[in-house]
């Protein structure tokens, strides 16, 4: 079954230090691959995705993302923490059909509590 | 621009009573997707519209579940009638249709919040 790992319910990291949030998945091919953050009590919001070319994908508010396929991760890093990246993170994948285009739906990962504190 | 609206935000209700929640996506996509959020899950696709047509109803509960796009713009989704089970988020989204659809991305509404007693 298709399916993405989120392996950390909860990462805290301090103001200004790096944060990774992981994410692995299990699809056939090369998906395509996306980050949305949820804050409280809103719906979730775009911040990057990754479709071909290079493996390293910048998005919104300095996050980016790196692409592994061997390792099928899409990990999402940013080099200096803000309290306001306080949120809930969810890695997406759309799985590709064998002759290239899209098939099935978004598939989304549990989610993770991002908690930067002061 | 404007987002994707939804309404309500938070609905009370309580078993086997009806509920229904409408989306308004973002002008001109016309692509609509209606998702349920458990707590403590990610997004799980419901149903997806195509401008009005249902292409995609197969996690949709039938028998309590119903949806409609008439027009291929704002979208009602309603549940008839409610269990305990039912009690989470229902998030609708929206992406223009331009190409290969899995590379779209997707803009999300706020979420209703909807509780079952």
């Known amino acids: 079954a298709q399916s993405v790992a989120q392996p950390e319910d909860q990462v805290k990291v301090a103001e200004g230090n790096p944060l990774t949030v992981k994410c692995t998945y299990s699809v056939s091919g090369n998906p395509y691959l996306f980050w949305y953050v949820q804050y409280p009590n809103r719906g979730l919001q775009f911040l990057l995705k990754?479709?071909?070319?290079?493996?390293l994908v910048k998005g919104s508010y300095g996050f980016e993302a790196e692409f592994n396929k061997s390792q099928t991760s899409f990990h999402l890093k940013k080099p200096s923490a803000l309290v306001s990246d306080s949120a809930l993170y969810f890695c997406?994948?759309?799985?590709?059909?064998?002759?290239?285009?899209?098939?099935?739906?978004?598939?989304f990962g549990k989610g993770t509590k991002l908690s930067v504190k002061p | 621009e404007a987002g994707v609206v939804q309404s309500p935000r938070y609905k009370i209700i309580e078993k086997k009573q009806p509920v229904a929640f409408w989306c308004n996506p973002i002008s001109g996509h016309n692509t609509l997707y209606w998702y349920l959020q458990n707590l403590g899950q990610g997004p799980e696709l419901l149903i997806r519209?195509?401008?009005?047509?249902?292409?995609?109803d197969s996690q949709l509960p039938k028998d309590r579940f119903s949806a409609e796009r008439l027009k291929g713009v704002d979208s009602t989704l309603k549940i008839q009638p409610a269990e305990l089970g039912d009690s989470a988020v229902y998030l609708c989204?929206?992406?223009?249709?331009?190409?290969?659809?899995?590379?779209?991305?997707?803009?999300f509404g706020p979420g209703t919040r909807l509780l079952v007693l």
């Open positions: 989204a929206s992406s223009p249709r331009q190409g290969d659809r899995g590379q779209e991305t997707q803009y």
């Open positions: 990754y479709i071909t070319g290079d493996n």
């Open positions: 519209y195509e401008n009005e047509e249902a292409v995609d």
């Open positions: 997406a994948v759309h799985p590709k059909a064998d002759y290239g285009g899209s098939q099935g739906n978004l598939i």
